[in-house]
């Protein structure tokens, strides 16, 4: 490895064949090779040996709402991607809404890059919006480098960023699938929604009636039927309903282009411990029973469920009251998510490569970056986590870096501390301290 400039060493290098011993010789900013533990430094080389820390690669979260302009109260550039850096997170990719403007054209998409651009601690890339009325904008944001659309079916939360209906979602997708790209969709059909009780106030269980199980299934068989009939490529956003598993399976057994994602807090939190009033919980769809979240597991486990992401949705602690009829839907995890996954992953019998298979590999692959991310491997950007698997800590609100330090993982005990996390062989973080910000702004790969 004489012309290495950097290797890093760990007894425990989650790599594509497995968990090993290992030395990664990394150069300008990528990994050159996967190298036995012991293999020799030369000289003028800088040897960075993590000892039996996990050295994992940097995940990849595709679901994260920076809010950035027009929201900034909310989160930020500058903010988001420091806490994605503390938690182990080197890419992130923005959504189109709670923006102003939202990035549903060009100009849009150009006017969020520029704010980003100097404030990304790790690398950013930007999904497009799918509105009703803008199919004439997708084709020229996938050619500016969006990695995909997103379109709900039922009310975003935010006036600005409307909901497709069923005619419309057909001709954004038949626009979309003209050049092959991606549509991602928040599955929640907004006549169960309308036909569900409606109490409002501060308790749980009013809340979870409200959103039910059969609005995700409803609209989940409404996407499949649409990639079906266009032979699309689709997305489920943020499955909560594990009601609509047997629909996922049977669709991709029946050779229809559909990927799904999850969430931290599905997997890691449960209805019933929701105390009433807690709308920091609250997120559309919702956090379900124990019962639900077990088949979330299982779906991992067996595929059918492909990548986890966070979801990451703040906004300033007043929109979070007590009534979660009113209250801000959307959890704040970016810096916890591989924590918290890991913990419960760990509980259940998984190990950390498959944790990194859900949040960096799959990810990467779904937003086709996975030439360059997603994986410890020759060719790859040097992008790691160092992990500390078995230290716990107590989560402490003040230690986020998020811009509003409202976190429905408060007091819980979590697995898995980041010592260090490298970005295209630069350390960003240790131990709290950042260096200035060395992110790039990605695009879709042609
Ligand atoms: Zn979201």
């Known amino acids: 490895m004489s012309d290495a400039e950097l290797v890093l060493r760990s007894t425990r290098v989650i790599t594509p064949e497995g968990t090993r011993a290992a030395s990664v010789a990394v150069s300008a900013g990528k990994i050159t090779a996967v190298l036995p533990h012991d293999a020799p430094v030369a000289e003028g080389t800088r040897l960075e040996d993590v000892g039996d820390h996990v050295l994992l690669p940097g995940l990849v979260d595709t679901h994260v709402h920076v809010n950035d302009p027009g929201r900034t109260e909310w989160e930020g550039f500058w903010t988001a991607t420091r806490a994605a850096a503390a938690g182990g997170i080197t890419t992130l990719v923005d959504m189109p809404l709670n923006s102003l403007p939202p990035t549903t054209t060009v100009d849009h998409l150009r006017t969020k890059q520029a704010v980003a651009a100097g404030k990304a601690h790790v690398d950013v890339g930007f999904w497009g919006g799918a509105l009703p009325g803008n199919a004439k904008d997708l084709r020229p944001l996938h050619e500016a480098g969006v990695f995909g659309f997103k379109a709900f079916l039922s009310p975003s939360g935010v006036d600005e960023f409307p909901h497709l209906d069923q005619a419309g979602l057909a001709r954004s997708l038949a626009e979309i699938a003209s050049f092959d790209g991606l549509l991602i969709v928040h599955a929640e059909d907004p006549h169960h929604l309308a036909a569900a009780p409606q109490h409002g106030g501060p308790r749980y269980a009013d809340f979870l009636a409200s959103r039910p199980r059969d609005a995700e299934d409803t609209?989940?068989?409404?996407?499949?039927a649409q990639a079906k009939r266009l032979h699309a490529r689709v997305h489920v956003l943020h499955l909560s309903s594990s009601d609509a598993l047997p629909l996922i399976a049977a669709a991709r057994a029946d050779g229809v282009r559909i990927t799904v994602e999850t969430c931290p807090h599905y997997l890691t939190l449960t209805a019933e411990e929701v105390p009433d009033g807690a709308s920091e919980f609250k997120c559309c769809p919702p956090i379900r029973e124990a019962a639900n979240r077990d088949l979330l597991w299982q779906a991992l486990a067996d595929g059918t469920i492909d990548c986890v992401v966070t979801d990451h949705s703040p906004s300033?602690?007043?929109?979070?009251?007590?009534?979660?009829?009113?209250?801000w839907g959307g959890?704040?995890?970016?810096?916890?998510?591989?924590?918290?996954?890991?913990?419960e992953a760990r509980r259940r019998g998984h190990d950390l490569a498959d944790v990194v298979r859900w949040m960096s590999t799959r990810t990467a692959g779904l937003?086709?970056?996975?030439?360059?991310?997603?994986?410890?491997?020759?060719?790859?950007?040097a992008d790691f986590a160092v992990l500390a698997p078995d230290a716990a800590f107590t989560v402490d609100p003040a230690r986020l870096q998020h811009r509003n330090r409202v976190t429905a993982y408060a007091g819980k005990t979590l697995y898995g501390v980041v010592q260090s996390t490298w970005l295209r062989g630069e350390r960003i973080v240790a131990d709290?301290?950042?260096?200035?910000?060395?992110?790039?702004l990605l695009s879709r790969t042609p």
């Open 219 to 224: 609209a989940v068989a409404q996407v499949i």
């Open 331 to 343: 959890i704040s995890g970016l810096q916890l998510s591989l924590a918290a996954v890991w913990t």
């Open 367 to 381: 937003v086709g970056l996975d030439a360059r991310k997603g994986a410890i491997a020759p060719g790859r950007d």
């Open 432 to 440: 709290g301290e950042f260096t200035e910000p060395r992110g790039r």
């Open 316 to 327: 300033t602690a007043d929109l979070k009251t007590a009534d979660f009829a009113t209250a």
